[in-house]
């Protein structure tokens, strides 16, 4: 079609209608998946009282807290940071709960074979060399533990530009955000997989459904934050701006927020 005729239809045709039917389906709620979903996936999978879940990539330990609370589980929350280490034994302390507390990442865990029921891996593998990573949680979950990990994977979606700038300043490593990659990994490692769940961009709406969270807030702000002349090279100004596309991201289909369950082979 050439450029005059393909401005005669957009125009002429596809706009002058106001599209009604899309409307009104774009208008209704899919009832998308929350953030909480991640752990009723967690409770469906049947852990116990007295097991030991390992949370990967802890941070200041909420999540695991919640977990140990929820199904009386033994943990311990791991995390490279000394930040979040110190944030983790902060919180773990104010809510008077036991949870041991190791600085270490998750490709030299102190922690013995076998020993794990579980392991809890959110926002964490991308960050990784998978193969270290993985061979590690087979070697420390006990045959038949599980692993739950919460990956967002890279689409076709995402230009290579997009990508190298991405992946560059929030310290990603580019392969481990390819499901191509990650699976081939796990399996290599002896873990089997039972389950694999792409969110796409549900948690994202669920958050604008709920106004938890604005994707017209972050989009204003980046925009403002160019109209500001703002130094894109600095390492902080290049942090803010890329969580600000974070989500508008998922939304966009340029990442896969995706939800793996392994379980080891041992």
Known sequence: MNPRNAVDKLYGEIWADDSPALEAETEQSLNPRGTDWLF???????????????DVGARDATHTIRLVRQHGLRAIALDPVELHVELARRAIAEAGVEIDVVQAGIEAMPIGDDAADWIWCRDVLVHV?????????????????????????????????EASWLFDVLAIVPESTEPDVIEPRASDAGLSLVSKTELGGEWRERMLEAGTWSAS????RLSRLRRHGADLDDPRVAAYAAARVWGVYQLLGKTCPTVYVWTSSG
Request: net charge negative.
């Open 40 to 54: 009723e996936a967690f409770e469906q999978l049947g852990p116990q009282p007295g097991q030991l879940v390992v």
């Open 129 to 161: 060399d998978l193969e270290p990573g993985f061979a590690e949680c087979a070697r420390i979950l006990r045959p038949g533990g599980q692993m739950l990990a919460y990956v967002t994977c890279s689409t076709d979606k995402l230009e290579p530009r």
């Open 217 to 220: 807030d972050d989009l204003l």
